[in-house]
């Protein structure tokens, strides 16, 4: 996700924590605090066998930026502990001590592995029906449910505390770690020290650093349980340090906000960041829709929202044939797929779930897998399979031959976000295409033709 400013902090650990861009571990929840209360404590499975990370490739990155240049890359490495001492008056003015971070940081040495993975964000570079293959299995529904059952009491005191639908939390845990099995190796302050100095966000990356030295300082969580995604995200619904300031709640009463080991600090934390995002209670995420083939795919566009009325007088159904329970509820239409797959109305929930991670892939899958474990049944429609799928290649190309024929879609990187969709759209609807905005083979061959 041109992935800047609040957003970005659930980002960059999507797909990693699920296992699919790295290996990941799982985690023990040690006993807690002998005050918590018995109605909200709880206990996750024990770490699994992992296996260590392979080496940095040495290879430049995929984005092209200059400094994901293998050379730059090597010259920022031998400048790190340069780089990591020159954040230490920063570091002083958020109240971290000297001896704090002499301790966390001159041993330091950067993991150049994470460069490699940098450029690589599943939830942009898979279609939507894999990703969702993936994510909302039989498995992973069958051990929600499981998990729901177990945690009731935490499940029902985070409910009633912040009017979060439990299930939205148990399928955010599901998605993002695989309910704590894929919660990432990798101690927090390597990762994040290490995007703090080298690579193309260094700016971002600083301040979640020193947000993890602030968390070291306070104590919440031990030092080495601070481990988590390449990225820095950590906890089975994995924080940025930076949300962890923001959003930990210290539900349990112990004294720490334990985003890692105490189960209703995690849920508290997690709903607490959704309530704080615009999370309505009662509410549902969307709905599947029938779009009917002779729609104006214009309007297909998160700038457009329409009440689902609205909606309802351009064609557009419910694909179980049910009314809207709430017809004057404002939505925008997602066609993932374009016209040849399923569309969604997308109500203020989605909208909030994807502030947790801005990717619409994985706001997608959130709700289809709460769905599920509320007992809901999979899409109805099928989704283009047959569709060839651009590759990486491919699809740079598809972008720069749209920013050359003056599209704006940022800047090319082979990852097809909105603005990609809207520049196809806008091209298929000035060269006698259906403008659903969907990056097909046919799509790049006309372009290639021009």
């Known amino acids: 996700m041109g992935i800047d400013g609040k957003g970005m902090h659930k ?12 290996v990941a571990c ?5 006993q807690g605090a002998q005050d918590r209360s018995p109605a909200t404590t709880g206990a996750l499975p024990p770490p699994t066998a992992q296996q260590p990370p392979p080496p940095w490739s040495g290879e430049s990155g995929a984005s092209g930026h200059p400094l994901m240049t293998a050379d730059a890359i090597r010259t920022a490495a031998t400048h790190f502990h340069t780089c990591i001492d020159k954040l230490w008056p920063q570091a002083a003015r958020r109240g971290i001590s000297r001896s704090v971070f002499h301790n966390y940081t ?5 993991d150049l592995r994470i460069l490699d993975l ?4 599943p939830e942009f570079t898979k279609t939507f029906w894999d990703y969702l293959d ?4 039989n498995e992973r529904i069958e051990q929600g449910r499981a998990l729901l059952e177990k945690y009731r009491t935490a499940f029902d005191s985070v409910e009633r505390a912040f009017g979060v639908d439990r299930h939205i939390l148990a399928a955010i845990w599901g998605v993002e770690t695989k309910y704590g099995t894929l919660i990432g190796e990798r101690p927090v302050l390597r990762s994040t020290a290490t995007l703090a100095c080298i690579g193309r966000r260094q700016d971002y990356f600083r301040e979640e650093f020193l947000s993890t030295l602030e968390i070291l300082q306070r104590g919440d969580v031990r030092p080495d349980r601070l481990v988590g995604s390449w990225a820095g995200a950590f906890g089975p619904t994995q924080f940025m340090p930076t949300a962890f300031k923001i959003y930990a709640v210290d539900f349990d ?6 985003v890692v080991d105490s189960v209703p600090d995690i849920l508290a934390s997690t709903a607490n960041n959704l309530k704080k995002d615009g999370w309505r209670t009662g509410n549902t995420w969307g709905y599947e829709v029938v779009v009917p083939a002779t729609f104006n795919f214009l309007l297909a566009d998160h700038s457009r929202p329409m009440s689902l009325r609205e909606w309802e007088r351009h064609g557009v159904r419910r694909a179980n044939g049910q009314p809207f329970p709430r017809p004057d509820e404002q939505a925008f239409l997602l066609v993932p797929a374009g016209v040849q797959g399923p569309g969604f109305l997308m109500l203020n929930n989605f909208s909030v779930i994807m502030k947790y991670n801005p990717a619409e892939a994985y706001a997608l899958a959130i709700g289809h897998l709460a769905d599920r474990l509320r007992g809901g049944g999979p899409f109805q429609q099928d989704w283009p399979r047959y569709e060839r799928v651009l590759s990486r290649t491919e699809r740079l190309e598809l972008q720069q031959l749209l920013s050359r024929h003056g599209y704006d879609v940022g800047e090319p990187d082979g990852l097809l976000g909105l603005k990609t969709r809207t520049a196809i759209r806008d091209f ?3 060269n006698g295409r259906i403008p659903d905005g969907f990056a097909s083979a046919g799509v790049l061959d006309q372009l290639r033709s021009r």
Do not use: E, Y
């Open 118 to 121: 940098l450029d690589n964000q």
């Open 26 to 30: 799982g985690i023990a929840f040690g």
């Open 428 to 430: 298929q609807a000035k």
């Open 11 to 22: 980002a960059w650990s999507i797909f990693i924590a699920a296992g699919v861009a790295v």
């Open 253 to 258: 009463r112990d004294g720490h906000r334990d």
């Open 134 to 137: 993936i994510l909302v299995t």
């Open 106 to 110: 001159a041993s330091l040495t950067p």
